[in-house]
């Protein structure tokens, strides 16, 4: 099984500021990571595949890398709607999800 | 643009099977190269994916799962469906289903969620 452990669980920032969350995971993926934005209530939106590749739509704040075990979703500028919860999630071998990130103010 | 959209009881018994529904707007089921998948969050707990199914009906699911999960697909109503048998109250969780793309890479498939449902609250008790 690939064990995803995504760091760390809660954060407070503030507008502006850059954040970076994440995501370990056991063993190598190479690059077969997503990240994804939840906001209570709602449905939860794609923001990177690939490791990087930013989805259509979404703000250039938003930036994903790496591969292999270690993985970073950076916010460049922490925006008033930026705050919600982030998961990581693995296609390597079956899919399975981090546990989140909740960036609160 | 495609919208999906989770119905079915927001209560089940323990033991009963729960079974729920997504029906897909804005676009056709059938068309471009899709799973459609059930992913679920207990409260307060991480996301769980379910398992998918294609358009021509082949499924894939999770393997700690597996043995009480359904899915299945009906293009002609623009829809897709779980059961989940023998539930307990371990399956209470608000489920959410999801258009599935599958992308070959080179050592395995890049599969990612877009669009996603809102999600339904599925409670376990008598």
């Known amino acids: 099984d690939i064990q995803v452990t995504q760091s760390p669980s809660s954060l407070s920032a503030s507008v502006g500021d850059r954040v970076t969350i994440t995501c370990r995971a056991s063993p190598s993926i190479s690059n077969f990571l997503n990240w994804y934005q939840h906001k209570p209530g709602k449905a939860p939106k794609l923001l990177i595949y690939?490791?990087?590749s930013l989805q259509s739509g979404v703000p250039s704040r938003f930036s994903g890398s790496g591969s292999g075990t270690d993985f970073t979703l950076t916010i460049s500028s922490l925006q008033p709607e930026d705050f919600a919860t982030y998961y990581c999630q693995q296609s390597y071998i079956t899919i399975t999800f981090g546990g989140g990130t909740k960036v609160e103010i | 643009q495609v919208q999906l959209q989770e119905s079915g009881p927001g209560l089940v018994k323990p033991s009963q099977t729960l079974s729920l529904t997504c029906t897909v707007s804005g676009g056709s089921i059938s068309s471009g190269n899709y799973y459609w998948s059930w992913i679920r969050q207990p409260a307060g707990k991480g996301l769980e994916w379910i398992g998918r199914v294609s358009i021509s009906g082949g499924t894939f699911y999770n393997p700690s799962l597996k043995s009480r999960v359904t899915v299945s697909i009906d293009t002609s109503k623009n829809q897709f469906s779980l059961k989940l048998s023998s539930v307990t109250a371990a399956d209470t969780a608000v489920y959410y289903c999801?258009?599935?793309?599958?992308?070959?890479?080179?050592?395995?498939?890049?599969?990612?969620?877009?669009?996603w449902g809102q999600g339904t609250l599925v409670t376990v008790s008598s």
């Open positions: 999801a258009r599935e793309a599958a992308i070959t890479g080179t050592t395995s498939m890049y599969n990612w969620f877009d669009p």
């Open positions: 690939a490791a990087s």
